[in-house]
């Protein structure tokens, strides 16, 4: 038995210093160590031994448990160092390696020339506001002088959410001017930048949702002339000094007279070119003095004030400065594209 015990302790040294990892050491010690271990049978043949020799041999046997108790230690501290050792090794972090450049990104083309927009009403006193793009037929026809005949109310032209045609996505930004004049009081000088919803297949000059922008101005004595001067002014400012304007008659219902401003083509002078169409002229916007009925509808005497107000396509005057050729491109969002401003 003693044979027994010293051949245990030598095989389970050996074992010990060979096993790489924790989970190796657990195994030995349930192998040698364990209830049904190695150790468990030798010490089974006890009882052929004699009263005397017995409390030697388990004298002997708490030894050998003890060191090869031992040893396990001894062993399981260095495999758990040297897998730390690995592990910060593979983890090693070098703070001397450049960081990665967050990508930034930055500013729509659009809302660049938006924004230029705003800066220049702003400097002349409006005040920028924002509204619902879901409206009521109430705001955005009847109270603008838009009938029920008008084509513009048809299902085929216009997004409705009811059947009777009372609830509908905004079709222009005019209802902007009910709302600012129905919140405030004279003088009003608003601007008023929005998504706007018609039902047009997109193509490369049409798309379902596009941006306008609405300027209303209402005060005792507002002329004409006070229409066309400011709007030559933002002309000059967006497109450069000594640019060519021309007010053409037009028909809106909710302005009398009303007009249409067109620009003389800042790329061919107005001889004729692609970006004019050869037409010498680019429409930029509709305008007028507002209608007396949609003065007095909104609670304001048409016989003390007046007003004039605009509205202008943002996608087409963003299209013009950036030289983009193609509507789509404003709205996909595609990074390589947006990249290039
Ligand atoms: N709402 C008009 C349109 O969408 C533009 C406009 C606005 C005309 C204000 C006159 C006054 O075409």
């Keep these: 038995m003693r044979e027994l015990m010293q051949a245990l302790r030598e095989a389970a040294g050996k074992a010990i210093l060979e096993a790489e990892d924790v989970d190796k050491l657990e195994e030995l010690r349930i192998k040698y160590l364990g209830k049904k271990g190695e150790m468990t049978a030798i010490l089974r043949q006890m009882g052929k031994l004699s009263a005397e020799e017995r409390p030697v041999m388990g004298q002997l046997a708490n030894q050998v448990r003890a060191e090869i108790e031992g040893l396990l230690e001894e062993r399981r501290r260095a495999v758990s160092e040297a897998m730390l050792e690995k592990k910060l090794e593979r983890e090693a972090l070098d703070v001397t390696l450049p960081g990665e450049k967050p990508h930034l990104g930055h500013k729509h083309p659009m809302y660049n020339v938006l924004d230029q927009i705003k800066d220049i009403f702003i400097g002349m006193g409006f005040e920028i506001l924002d509204g619902p ?180 396509g943002l996608e087409r005057l963003a299209m013009g400065e950036y030289k983009i050729t193609d509507l789509r491109l404003i709205f996909e969002n595609d990074v390589r594209f947006l990249e290039q401003f």
């Design 133 to 312: 793009e879901v409206e009521l037929a109430a705001y955005n026809f009847d109270k603008l002088n838009i009938d029920e005949g008008h084509p513009s109310r048809d299902w085929t032209d216009t997004f409705y959410f009811t059947e009777d045609s009372q609830i509908l996505l905004r079709t222009q930004t005019s209802p902007m001017q009910i709302h600012a004049m129905e919140t405030r009081q004279p003088p009003i000088r608003v601007l008023a930048p929005g998504r706007v919803y018609r039902k047009d297949e997109v193509d490369a000059t049409h798309s379902p949702m596009f941006h306008q922008i609405e300027g209303l101005v209402v005060d005792k004595g507002v002329t004409m002339a006070d229409l066309k001067a400011t709007l030559n002014l933002v002309v000059e400012k967006i497109y450069g000094k000594g640019t060519v304007t021309r007010f053409r008659p037009h028909h809106f219902p909710f302005t009398e007279p009303s007009c249409e401003l067109d620009i003389q083509c800042h790329k061919c002078g107005g001889k004729g070119c692609p970006t004019c169409k050869g037409e010498g002229w680019i429409e930029i916007l509709g305008a007028g003095m507002v209608h007396p009925k949609v003065l007095s509808g909104c609670g304001i005497d048409p016989d003390v004030y007046s007003g004039w107000a605009f509205g202008m």
